[in-house]
């Protein structure tokens, strides 16, 4: 599937529009409510989760079994970095297991100006 393939090999987080934009480059007759579909139904069957990151867009990203990240996200230019840190997810362990949690899932979303925007 010519939609799965360039979501697989974009190893970004993609909105439909920005995806539907590239691949009507290469394919111009992909419609985008084709786009649209396809890519809730990724997310619907875990292939891939929807992110929103407060500008009205949902993301999307590819999902990969057991791997987890969290992300910073420039609120100048929309940028958005992922990252990985086994201090931050122990703590977040430890203070859910003193309150008697248990986490099942969690996300983090860092927000602030990148490099780039603080020039």
């Known amino acids: 599937d010519i ?3 360039f979501f697989l090999s974009s190893k970004r987080h993609m909105s439909v529009e920005e995806l539907y934009r590239k691949l009507r480059a290469r ?3 992909i419609g985008y409510a084709t786009v649209c579909r ?4 990724f997310a619907q069957s875990g292939i891939a989760h929807d992110m929103r990151f407060g500008d009205g867009q949902t993301r999307y990203e590819y999902l990969v079994e ?3 990240h969290d992300h910073l996200v420039c609120t100048g230019c929309g940028a958005i970095a992922e990252f990985e840190n086994k ?3 122990d703590l977040q362990k430890a203070v859910a297991e003193s309150h008697g949690f248990i986490i ?3 996300k983090l979303e860092l927000y602030g100006l990148c490099a ?3 020039k």
């Open 3 to 5: 939609i799965l393939d």
């Open 116 to 118: 780039k925007c603080r």
């Open 66 to 68: 057991g791997e987890h």
């Open 87 to 89: 201090t931050i997810e």
């Open 104 to 106: 099942h899932s969690h």
């Open 38 to 41: 396809t890519l809730k139904l």
């Open 27 to 29: 394919h111009p007759s």
